[in-house]
């Protein structure tokens, strides 16, 4: 199972998004360094969210996402909401390994086929963001209204093999990741990375053991809750 160390940008900086107002705040200035410090530290992929993009507020780290892309030793996976071909081709371009698209794509028909399609089925990965069980996404409410069943028989009818399932209640709250609800994803044939709450190394142990493919840890890392090399250690 893989580690995926977050690293969320906004600005050219380090940032997390504040879930009740969707604003981020800066949390260290070189989120460069901090991806090398991963790679140092064994990391074989990071997660790279630019909020700028994510928000709707800019291209301002276009330059950066290029260079943590071109890190030496590591696999770089973008996400962040991505529902827009042009979007995704731009991070492949930049050098990422894979792209996650927002499954808030699948409101529009057609629509997740043409982006997966324009990345490519090895490059592509699809988040499955849920609230209290029904596909949703951050800036609404409301559930999408597309049932999380439809759309996980449309990705396997397609090919899409990595998905990314996280409960948004619990994201960014170091309260625990859904890991039961992640790993009745791989019972449908998915490699599934869980992300959303993470905190502690039985819960790496524990995802491990249900099969998962990955989980995203972000706060947790930058809490000091553990380190990465004790992560890997707890992955099997």
């Not at 808030?104 to 609230?131: K, M, Q, T």
């Not at 996404?137 to 597309?146: K, M």
Request: a negative charge; hydrophobic letters at 50%.
């Amino acid at each position: 199972m893989d580690i995926y160390p977050a690293i969320d940008v906004e600005r050219g900086r380090l940032a997390r998004i504040d879930r009740s107002t969707q604003r981020a705040s800066v949390v260290r200035d070189d989120p460069l360094a901090l991806a090398q410090a991963y790679v140092h530290e064994g990391a074989r992929w990071v997660h790279v969210v630019d909020l700028d993009r994510a928000l709707g507020s800019g291209r301002e780290n276009d330059r950066l996402v290029r260079r943590l892309c071109a890190l030496p030793g590591v696999a770089v996976q973008v996400g962040g909401n991505i529902t827009d071909a042009d979007w995704a081709r731009d991070m492949l371009d930049a050098g990422a390994m894979r792209v996650v698209l927002g499954s808030a794509a699948a409101v529009e028909p057609g629509r997740l086929e043409g982006l997966v399609s324009a990345v490519g089925i090895d490059r592509a990965a699809v988040a499955l963001d849920v609230r209290a069980g029904a596909l949703a996404a951050r800036d609404r409410s409301e559930p999408l209204p597309v049932a999380l069943e439809d759309l996980t028989a449309l990705l396997a009818g397609i090919g899409v093999r990595t998905v990314l399932h996280r409960d948004l209640p619990r994201d960014g709250t170091l309260g625990g990741a859904d890991l039961a609800g992640a790993a009745a994803l791989t019972r449908r044939g998915f490699d599934v990375i869980a992300a959303g709450g993470v905190a502690t190394l039985a819960e790496v142990a524990e995802a491990a053991r249900l099969g998962l493919a990955g989980v995203i840890v972000g706060r947790a890392l930058l809490h000091g809750r553990f380190t990465l090399p004790e992560a890997i250690a707890c992955s099997g």
